[in-house]
């Protein structure tokens, strides 16, 4: 079974620029998660999803950051524009069940913003 | 407010010495508390949750609510234990607030 995937895996852009990161969750997993580690920092989360629909966003930094899941399958997540801070590591992760606390993992996707 | 503190970015044992890696949480309700486990060059994924009480690769973790403490502890640690160790809470709506890691590293 195909795990969480990311792409893409190492983006490089210049302040002001806009990236779209992707996600595809597991097969059949309602539940997506964005979560994003700063340099030295721990793993924040950002924002939910159940299918399609944003069920907690309350850790979105501000308005420069749109996720999307169109369909409830897949989920992107925007950065425009992009500003020096928001250079980090993007995991996305899909759960089948709430409450069960095991979510499962993409690679990330690492951002550098110069 | 829900917080996490793992106090130790690295650890560093030889192979067959003691491991506990600290984890101090600070949360008003019950909370349910994890670790999740991200070895060299792969995911970041679930290795326990007290909620099983399991052991796990020879880990075990108790949950004091006293201390607001969740350990991680292994007896003999083996060089393939080595990784970035990250505690988790959760307030049942699996929106985890996780510490900063402790990068635990066994030399033989």
């Known amino acids: 079974e195909a795990g969480v995937t990311q792409f893409p895996s190492h983006s490089v852009i210049e302040k002001g620029q806009t990236v779209t990161l992707r996600c595809d969750p597991i097969s059949g997993h309602d539940n997506l998660y964005w979560y994003r580690r700063v340099m030295g920092k721990e793993i924040k989360f950002l924002l939910h999803f159940v299918k399609e629909s944003k069920q907690d966003e309350s850790g979105m930094p501000n308005n420069r950051f749109l996720a999307e899941r169109t369909g409830g399958t897949y989920s992107t997540l925007k950065v425009q524009p992009a500003e020096l801070e928001d250079s980090g590591v993007y995991f996305c992760a899909s759960s089948q069940r709430q409450g069960t606390g095991e979510l499962f993992f993409g690679e990330g996707s690492r951002l550098t913003v110069l | 407010a829900q917080r996490v503190t793992q106090p130790e970015k690295l650890l560093s044992v030889f192979k067959g010495a003691p491991v506990e890696l600290k984890c101090n949480y600070s949360y008003s309700g019950s909370p349910e508390l994890f670790w999740y486990v991200q070895y060299s060059r792969q995911r970041l994924q679930l290795l326990l949750r007290?909620?099983s009480r399991e052991s796990i690769k020879g880990f075990t973790a108790d949950l004091n609510k006293g201390e607001t403490s969740f350990h991680l502890k292994k007896p003999f640690a083996q060089e393939e234990d080595s990784a970035m160790y990250y505690c988790a809470l959760s307030n049942g709506f699996q929106k985890l607030v996780f510490g900063t890691g402790t990068r635990l590293l066994v030399s033989p």
């Open positions: 007290h909620i």
